[in-house]
């Protein structure tokens, strides 16, 4: 099992900056592939970001690059979420998910996901 816990998520003016969390325990093994997904209302989940574990290669969606940056730091087993430039499109529900495979822009490559942290960004 992998328990993942998600902190950070507020309400920021656009072009304001929040940092998200996502403090991970358990089977390391099934912490291969780490990622960043969101769901606005009335939305699907969608890929947001994602980063291995071991090497720290990182992607991202194209929606997000040069102004999300996600990384992890392995002695803390946490992974975070800069995100800069905030636009109000941004607004959703940030999950973060593990995988035992390789990182994935499908949610249904992950096995475990935490509980969602509110980010909200008003105009």
């Known amino acids: 099992q992998v328990q993942l816990v998600e902190s950070g998520g507020g309400l920021v003016q656009a072009g304001g900056s929040l940092r998200l969390s996502c403090a991970a325990s358990g089977r390391t093994f099934s912490r291969i592939g780490m990622g960043w997904f969101r769901q606005a209302p009335g939305k699907e989940r969608e890929f947001v970001a994602g980063?291995?574990?071991?090497?720290?290669?990182?992607y991202s969606a194209d929606s997000v690059k040069g102004r999300f940056t996600i990384s992890r730091d392995n002695t803390k087993n946490t992974m975070y979420l800069q995100m800069n430039s905030l636009k109000p499109e941004d607004t959703a529900v940030y999950y973060c998910?593990?995988?035992?495979?390789?990182?994935?822009?499908?949610?249904?490559?992950?096995?475990?996901w935490g509980q969602g942290t509110q980010v909200t960004v008003s105009s």
């Open positions: 980063i291995t574990w071991i090497g720290g290669s990182t």
């Open positions: 998910a593990s995988t035992s495979r390789v990182v994935s822009a499908r949610p249904d490559g992950y096995e475990y």
